[in-house]
């Protein structure tokens, strides 16, 4: 199985700051990679899918990169609404493992 | 508008069962793969089971292969999951998730319903 580790687990932010989380995966899975956003008792949201496309209706302040085994989100300026927690995923093969998740706070 | 509505959560004694349901609307749902995730208290998402838009490939989480199994019927446009043999660990939101593909190769889970508890407990 592809194990997923993202770092860090969790991250304190101001509003308007720039923020990047990491995803290794233990294998290569080229750019098959996720990203979701999840908040409190919400379900999931899709916010980037083949590494580095854009899903429809989220944000243009979040992007992401990568390919291999190194994977970045980057939300270039942090709004209110963004605080929640971050999980990658990996769409290489099944089991279709997550990451273990990066909260990020307010500081 | 895509929906999908989880129900049949609850509260159930260790070694018990539970069926959970999936209703889907707003999309041709025979057209799509789906997926059980789930995220337990204090932990993160686990992906739990997949379905192909026929039913004739499944795949299961080493945490539940042979106590859980998922179904879909297409006619009634819903998934399901009869999950057997419950363990206290099992304690989860269920969240259903509909799979997209992008250029043929590329998947992702583009929506999600909104979850249903289950609690094992005794």
């Known amino acids: 199985d592809i194990q997923m580790t993202q770092s860090p687990s969790s991250l304190s932010a101001s509003v308007g700051d720039r923020v990047t989380i990491t995803c290794r995966a233990s294998?290569?899975?080229?750019?098959?990679l996720n990203w979701y956003q999840q908040k409190p008792g919400k379900a999931p949201k899709l916010l980037i899918y083949a590494a580095s496309s854009l899903q429809s209706g989220a944000p243009s302040r979040f992007s992401g990169s990568g390919s291999g085994t190194d994977f970045t989100l980057t939300i270039s300026s942090l709004q209110p609404e963004d605080f929640a927690t971050y999980y990658c995923?990996?769409?290489?093969?099944?089991?279709?493992?997550f990451g273990q998740g990066t909260k990020l706070e307010i500081k | 508008e895509v929906q999908l509505v989880e129900s049949g959560g609850g509260l159930v004694q260790p070694g018990g069962s539970l069926r959970l349901s999936c209703a889907a609307s707003g999309f041709t749902f025979s057209s799509y793969e789906m997926n059980w995730v789930r995220r337990a208290p204090g932990k993160g998402l686990e992906w739990v089971s997949y379905?192909?838009?026929?039913?004739?490939?499944?795949y299961y989480a080493d945490s539940v292969k042979g106590r859980f199994t998922i179904s879909r019927d297409n006619a009634k446009n819903s998934l399901y999951l009869q999950m057997n043999s419950l363990r206290a660990e099992d304690t989860a939101v269920y969240y259903c998730?509909?799979?997209?593909?992008?250029?043929?190769?590329?998947?992702?889970?583009?929506?999600w319903g909104q979850g249903t508890l289950v609690t094992v407990s005794s």
């Open positions: 294998q290569s899975i080229s750019t098959y």
């Open positions: 995923q990996q769409s290489y093969s099944t089991p279709r493992t």
């Open positions: 379905i192909s838009y026929s039913g004739s490939t499944i």
């Open positions: 998730a509909r799979e997209s593909l992008y250029s043929s190769s590329w998947f992702y889970f583009d929506y």
